[in-house]
């Protein structure tokens, strides 16, 4: 079982509609989560970091943890087309970040 | 803003040159990592450092070494490059302890002919 799991997409939504990304980890004592967004042929750029159960909000963004199902979602709210890249998924795991492969995300107008 | 720079964007060698990719970061973190980042097999941890002088072996660290002088520079070198170490190489870096948070350079792109 790999450590971060996420969906490789494509995940397709219409312009104006919710997106939701999701991630599973198997490492019951990570305690702190994040998510990166990655352009095509550019580098990862947080977006999101989440360390207590519950939600998370930033603008359209809203990070959710469960720690006892051992997964973290991000919602993007109003997407737009500017939104589809990738989104990376990553876990603390003692010193050093697991990321997951990342779900393609594609808004379309 | 956190701000961490690598020396070229695409670099192109030959089989068994000797490369040398720099990092540098000026928000005065303590951590320094490089990635690369291969399409299907995501990020892969190669080498971090939590201090000058200290180094620690990622995932990956065959076929690569580190150096680290200064705070705020952390060099990957590949000791005699090979076709398969063609990859997009990414360094990053963050405060020590706590939130962890790593900030990522723009990355370089290694083409190994």
Redesign the interface.
């Known amino acids: 079982q790999k450590e971060v799991e996420q969906n490789s997409g494509p995940l397709s939504v219409p312009e104006g509609a919710i997106a939701s990304l999701n991630c599973t980890y198997s490492d019951r004592v990570s305690q702190s989560f994040f998510w990166y967004r990655q352009y095509s042929g550019k580098s990862p750029e947080l977006i999101m970091s989440i360390y207590s159960n519950g939600d998370k909000e930033d603008g359209r963004f809203t990070a959710q943890l469960n720690k006892a199902s051992q997964y973290v979602s991000l919602l993007i709210r109003d997407s737009q087309p500017s939104d589809s890249a990738t989104y990376l998924c990553a876990v603390l795991n003692t010193d050093k970040l697991i990321f997951g492969t990342g779900t393609r995300l594609q808004v379309f107008p | 803003d956190v701000k961490v720079t690598q020396s070229s964007r695409y670099l192109v060698k030959r089989t068994g040159e000797k490369v040398f990719l720099e990092c540098v970061q000026d928000m005065d973190h303590e951590n320094m990592f490089w990635y690369r980042q291969d399409p ?4 892969r ?1 190669i080498y ?1 450092s ?1 201090d000058v002088k200290m180094k620690e072996k ?1 995932d990956i660290p065959e076929g690569y070494s580190v150096s680290r002088e200064k705070k705020e520079r952390f060099s990957l070198i590949l000791e005699s490059a090979s076709t398969n170490q063609t990859s997009m190489y ?1 360094c990053a870096s963050s405060l020590a302890g706590g ?9 370089t792109r290694l083409t190994v002919t």
Do not use: S
Request: hydrophobic share 35%.
């Open positions: 299907g097999l995501g990020l941890l971090f939590y990622g990414l939130r962890y948070e790593q900030y990522f350079g723009p990355g």
